[in-house]
Structures are given as structure tokens and as C-alpha cells.
């Protein structure tokens, strides 16, 4: 079965600091993977997409970046945190297509002061 | 540009009462529609969701949503809820209109499940 993982699952990080978040996802090959922000009160905010190794589209232009330098492995950085990075990020993956769901993994809560 | 709209932020309801969580969206051609759940600090999860076919669609832990085209509707319903269905629900739409490979999510409904 396919299985998520992401880590760190909390992180608080002072405000000008390089962030790295990594996703891995087990049991599947050339998924879709998603990255996403929810930040407080807020729904889901799509950041990037990849339907495979290197390949990154950006959905709203800000201070984070994302990667993929492997085919199940996902990650995404900033060079500089930002107040408003603050929030819980969450990488999904998915089959491709539109008629399939995406699968969660269980987010990282990030708290920049 | 596809859409979902959660007409309400939160909904607080009594154990064993009814409920139901409304969404629309907004599109013109053919779109697959998705209800899902997260729990407290927790990932998202299917509930279910609809393809095609018959427009009332039976998920998980006893919840069912009913895909209404001529509304562009597809609420979330469930005939009697528990403490444990307190959670935060999310409807989503993908499809022709939403680039092929992403999902377009509401903002959620919380729903506070009162003793």
C-alpha cells in the first residue's frame, strides 16, 4: 500500500532563516505531488505541483520554492521566512488524472517569529 | 476558472441531529467532485466522491452527498452525527476546467459536534 511521510512534523523558525520541508511517498511510482499551505482559518492553498522529476509549476508567486529531485521525494525551501510563511503545510500525491482523489500526509505545523 | 464555494465557515450541531454542509461550484462541463475531512492537526482524507453515474453518492463513517447538476450543488449530508464527527470538511472539484492535474478546494466547513 502507499504510504506519506513528511518531517518535520513541527518546526518554529525565527524570521530571515532558510526553511526545508521534504515529503516522500512510498509504494506508488511517478505520482503527482502537491504541495499546500492552510493557514489558520483559511482553506487550502495550492503552491506547487510536479508530475515528475524536476519538473515544478508554481501557483502563486512568493519566497518559497519547491524541488524534486527524485522520482517519490518532494521538497520545499525558502532562502528567507517570512511572518506571513507561517501556517500548515501539507504534501499530497496523486495518480494523475482528474478523476482521482489525492492522498494527504499528515503536515508540518511551521511558526515563524 | 473553476470554483467551490463552502456557504458556511462553521456549523455547530447537536449529537445525533442531522446535518448537512452545502458547497457549489462553478463550472460548464463535465467536473469530479470530492468531499473531504481533516481532523485536528491531521492530513486530509476521502470521505467520497462522485465520478459519475447515480447522483447520490454513499461514503465513509455513514456520511452520503448528492451531485445536483441543474444547481451545481453537491452537499454533504449525514442523518445523525457524533462527538466524534467534530472535524473540518473540505469540498473539491477537478476536472477540465481546473488544469487536469490540480484539485480547486473550498474553504472548509467546521463542524463542531455539541453533546
Known amino acids: 500500500s502507499q504510504t506519506i511521510h513528511q518531517w518535520p512534523a513541527t518546526l518554529v523558525q525565527p524570521v530571515g532563516s532558510p526553511l526545508s520541508l521534504e515529503c516522500t511517498v512510498e509504494?506508488?511510482?511517478?505520482?503527482?505531488l502537491y504541495w499546500y499551505r492552510q493557514a489558520a482559518g483559511r482553506g487550502l492553498q495550492l503552491l506547487f505541483y510536479s508530475v515528475g522529476i524536476g519538473q515544478i509549476s508554481s501557483e502563486v508567486p512568493q519566497n518559497l520554492s519547491a524541488s524534486r529531485p527524485q522520482d517519490r521525494q518532494f521538497i520545499l525551501s525558502s532562502k528567507k521566512l517570512l511572518l506571513s510563511d507561517s501556517g500548515f503545510y501539507l504534501c499530497a500525491w496523486g495518480p494523475g488524472g482528474p478523476g482521482n482523489e489525492q492522498f494527504f500526509g499528515p503536515g508540518t505545523r511551521l511558526t515563524v517569529l | 476558472a473553476q470554483s467551490v464555494t463552502q456557504l458556511d465557515s462553521q456549523v455547530p450541531v447537536f449529537e445525533e441531529a442531522p446535518v448537512e454542509l452545502r458547497c457549489n461550484y462553478s463550472s460548464s462541463v463535465s467536473v469530479y467532485l470530492f468531499w473531504y475531512v481533516q481532523y485536528p492537526n491531521q492530513g486530509l482524507q476521502l470521505l467520497l466522491k462522485?465520478?459519475?453515474?447515480?447522483?447520490l453518492v454513499k461514503g465513509i463513517n455513514g456520511f452520503e452527498a448528492e451531485f445536483n447538476k441543474s444547481q451545481t450543488s453537491f452537499h454533504l449530508r449525514k442523518p445523525s452525527v457524533h462527538i466524534s464527527d467534530t472535524a473540518e470538511y473540505f469540498c473539491a472539484v477537478s476536472g477540465a476546467n481546473t488544469g487536469g492535474f490540480k484539485t480547486i478546494f473550498g474553504a472548509g466547513t467546521r463542524l463542531f459536534v455539541k453533546a
Open positions: 462522485y465520478l459519475s453515474g447515480s447522483t
Open positions: 509504494g506508488t511510482s511517478n505520482p503527482n
